[in-house]
T-cell receptor
């Protein structure tokens, strides 16, 4: 099956701990994204990557870090510097513009992070 | 001013009626427009995208875009209880910018 997988589905963290959220896709998409969603709010962009070994900060990158060593993988680390990390984290990927559906993004199932 | 605005709702419609969801955006240079459906506790699912002024139909869904007035709408015909969800509008502010800006979403409730 082609798609985007995120793990774990639920994650609990103690204050002061770093945690890493996994995102893998087998769609052969170049671009990948991380969003955070808080209750009653839209999605906010944390980081994005358009090619391997390159990534850019989104609107709320403080307290987060990413890597893009492989095309298929774009893990997100939530560091202890993130003041309010409890949220629903969504990973997305996007096909190249020539593939139709310009700028279209497809989402994984998400990881719900709770800080205890 | 928020870049993408939606009425939070909830919008309640009876089963079989037409649901009309609206979205306005602030960046006049926006090029791509999307509607996503999100069930409670789940991730967003793409319903439609539209790039040009006018209407685009896909089954029971019709997206309408008016760039001059900077709004995009989604019509759902013959609404079903399974359509009850939050509908997110998303916009690409720059041509081929690869970045989507999302509205906060409109909650739709279809009552049987």
């Amino acid at each position: 099956d082609g798609g985007i997988t995120q793990s774990p589905k639920y994650l609990f963290r103690k204050e002061g701990q770093n945690v890493t959220l996994s995102c893998e896709q087998n769609l052969n998409h170049d671009a990948m994204y991380w969003y955070r969603q808080d209750p009653g709010q839209g999605l906010r962009l944390i980081y994005y990557s358009q090619i391997v070994n390159d990534f850019q900060k989104g609107d709320i990158a403080e307290g987060y870090s990413v890597s893009r060593e492989k095309k298929e993988s774009f893990p997100l680390t939530v560091t202890s510097a993130q003041k309010n990390p409890t949220a629903f984290y969504l990973c997305a990927s996007s096909p190249p513009p020539s593939g139709g559906g310009r700028d279209t993004q497809y989402f994984g199932p998400g990881t719900r992070l709770t800080v205890l | 001013q928020k870049e993408v605005e939606q009425n939070s709702g909830p919008l309640s419609v009876p089963e079989g009626a037409i649901a009309s969801l609206n979205c306005t955006y602030s960046d006049r240079g926006s090029q791509s427009f999307f509607w996503y459906r999100q069930y409670s506790g789940k991730s967003p699912e793409l319903i439609m995208f539209i790039y040009s002024n006018g209407d685009k139909e896909d089954g029971r869904f019709t997206a309408q875009l008016n760039k001059a007035s900077q709004y995009v709408s989604l019509l759902i015909r013959d609404s079903q209880p399974s359509d009850s969800a939050t509908y997110l509008c998303a916009v690409t502010p720059l041509p081929y910018g690869n970045k989507l800006v999302f509205g906060a979403g409109t909650i739709l409730r279809v009552k049987s």
